[in-house]
């Protein structure tokens, strides 16, 4: 059972700089499905092409190729107006994706209204204490009045995962969803995602540049370099026992407070060559060559520097 299928995604944006422009393939053929209940995580570093992805799959931008197809529950496809209800983001600014001006009730109420979920002013209401509830921001009546300027980080962060849900959706995409709050609450608001993924059967895609909670909240991960996936299998598989050079390296430059640190310990310092060229797939414990997609170019072109865009 899929909930959303990724194939072969490609993304080129055209690079202008005076008279020449230039072509920057910034997701190279990238397929993965996100099955209900499971959580995938697309981990690499910064410029690796995964906003590029979660934007394609937001609908913000446009593929250049490939196909992101979304099927509900009972099996049947999802129709092209249906689809903001069935993917919802969780962006890595809760700031910025909440309106200063409105209130929480009116950031929950809109999407419950316009996703017909609630008709009258009192469902409404009882369905915004609802997910309020949810998301542990009570009592939900002196939440719901407020600003967002009014709520903490995390707060904000627990209405921004309330409003995805509002819709009724299948898919959440968490692009780096606590990368900008206090360390010490990170874990409360993955942990809330976790608890909400369970109770719904939500298939999530979760975006980050951090190794261990992508280990500890995922069933999978995806390892992207330069547009490219160059690892994949489930989670313990590509952490313990990583086999392509880049994923040694970003493992490498992980902090390391647990036993990763033993299983890493050799690091190859570089992309080797060959690895520019072919991905490692922990499912069949296989190396599998590009296909349709390019060989990472400009790390050929200057292999040892390489990881360090
Ligand atoms: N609108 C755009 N126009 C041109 N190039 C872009 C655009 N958006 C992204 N890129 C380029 O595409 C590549 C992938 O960027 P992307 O933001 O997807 O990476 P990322 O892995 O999500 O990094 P980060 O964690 O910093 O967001 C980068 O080289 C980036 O400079």
Do not use: C
Request: hydrophobic share 40%; aromatic share 4%.
């Amino acid at each position: 059972m899929t909930a959303l299928e990724v194939r072969d995604l490609v993304k080129d944006y055209t690079i202008r700089s005076g008279l020449r422009s230039s072509t920057l393939r910034a997701v190279d053929h990238v397929s993965f499905t996100l099955t209900p209940g499971k959580t995938v995580a697309l981990v690499g570093e910064s410029g690796s092409g995964k906003s590029t992805v979660a934007k394609m799959l937001a609908r913000l931008e446009r593929p250049t190729g490939g196909e992101i197809i979304a099927t509900k529950a009972d099996g049947t496809p999802v129709a092209d107006r249906e689809y903001r209800d069935h993917v919802q983001m969780v962006f890595q600014d809760p700031f910025a994706s909440l309106n200063p001006f409105h209130t929480i009730e009116h950031h929950l109420a809109r999407p419950l209204r316009l996703h017909g979920r609630a008709k009258s002013r009192e469902e409404t209401r009882a369905l915004v204490d609802q997910l309020l509830e949810r998301v542990n921001l009570t009592p939900a009546r002196s939440i719901a009045p407020r600003r967002p300027h009014e709520l903490s980080g995390g707060q904000r962060q627990r209405v921004a995962i309330a409003r995805a849900l509002a819709p009724g959706a299948q898919v959440v995409v968490a692009d780096e969803p606590v990368s900008m709050l206090d360390v010490s609450i990170r874990l409360g608001v993955l942990n809330l995602l976790a608890r909400l993924q369970r109770e719904d059967s939500l298939a999530v895609l979760y975006i980050t540049h951090d190794l261990a909670t992508a280990r500890h909240f995922s069933d999978e991960i995806l390892v992207m370099y330069r547009g490219h996936v160059v690892e994949r299998g489930p989670s313990d598989d590509v952490i313990l026992t990583p086999r392509h050079s880049y994923t040694k390296l970003l493992a490498a430059a992980a902090p390391n407070p647990d036993e990763r640190g033993r299983s890493l310990a050799a690091s190859p310092g570089t992309i080797e060559k060959e690895d520019l060229t072919r991905m490692y797939d922990h499912h069949t414990q296989s190396w599998h060559p590009f296909d349709k997609a390019a060989p990472i170019a400009a790390a050929l072109a200057n292999p040892a520097g390489g990881a360090s865009s």
